[in-house]
Nanobody
Framework: QVLLVESGGGLVQPGGSLKLSCGSS????????MGWYRQAPGKQRELVAT???????SYADFVKGRFTISRDNAKKTVYLQMNSLKPEDTAVYYC?????????WGQGTQVTVSS
């Protein structure tokens, strides 16, 4: 059984930081591409950042320079460091593991940016 479990969400003030983690089990983590997505109320899920199995990263324009995705293959975990958070970053954040046509989602973790 494949499990992706996100953690690290919460309430933070504008300008603050959070670090999300996504631990995995049931997959050969090191060969999967990993990504973070988010979905705000009433909006479609959108891509935030990805990291290939080789460590190459890409980011949505709206988080460039503020968010950093990384992975620790030994711990089978992908991270999302979020700095300079804005109210519009409020959403449920999901991690995703992909390998070819196969893909798995986590259950999501809520991030709320508010004063």
């Amino acid at each position: 059984q494949v499990l992706l479990v996100e953690s690290g969400g919460g309430l933070v003030q504008p300008g603050g930081s959070l670090k999300l983690s996504c631990g995995s089990s049931g997959i050969s983590f090191g060969i999967y591409g990993m990504g973070w997505y988010r979905q705000a109320p009433g909006k479609q899920r959108e891509l935030v950042a990805t990291i290939t199995r080789g460590g190459d990263t890409s980011y949505a324009d709206f988080v460039k320079g503020r968010f950093t995705i990384s992975r620790d293959n030994a711990k089978k975990t992908v991270y999302l460091q979020m700095n300079s958070l804005k109210p519009e970053d409020t959403a449920v954040y999901y991690c995703r593991a992909t390998l070819g046509l196969a893909g798995y989602w986590g259950q999501g973790t809520q991030v709320t940016v508010s004063s």
